[in-house]
């Protein structure tokens, strides 16, 4: 019963205390390995929780990177332009980076949508696409 070479014991990526994954009760917690829960359980259960942790770190990033840009910092840290920190210390196009900023932009004016998007109710695409066409007038209808 191997699921992807790993038998399900090794998969307790996520301890007691996790965020919950939406709809499930704040008590809840994933489950980490247990004899008494079937190899697909224990694979599943964290499965569920997991996008909002993700969720969790991207919001983080995108402040990061929203900081570093619009306050020019990364001048302190020894680069002549954004562009010159990005290609060197983070290694991802210009394209995927222009993305981030101009999503994490919008969502300082989409507290909804931030909130939504950083407990896992919403993915990245879709807030991607959101972000584009709401404004903090539309989001509240």
Request: negative net charge; glycine residues 10%; charged residues 25%.
């Amino acid at each position: 019963m191997a699921v992807l070479g790993r038998r399900a014991e090794h998969i307790s990526l996520v301890e007691p205390g996790c965020p919950t994954a939406p709809g499930r009760p704040a008590e809840a917690t994933c489950v980490a390995a247990d004899p008494g829960f079937s190899e697909a359980t224990a694979v599943h259960e964290p499965l569920e929780c997991l996008p909002g942790i993700g969720n969790e770190v991207r919001l983080r990033f995108l402040e990061g990177l929203h900081v570093l840009y619009d306050g020019n910092l990364q001048r302190e840290l020894g680069y002549a332009s954004f562009h010159q920190y990005r290609d060197r210390e983070l290694g991802r196009a210009r394209s995927t980076d222009s993305e981030y900023l101009r999503v994490g932009r919008a969502l300082d004016g989409l507290p909804r949508a931030c909130v939504l998007f950083g407990e896992g109710e919403l993915s990245w695409e879709q807030v991607r696409a959101i972000s584009r066409v709401a404004t903090a007038e539309t989001e509240i209808s």
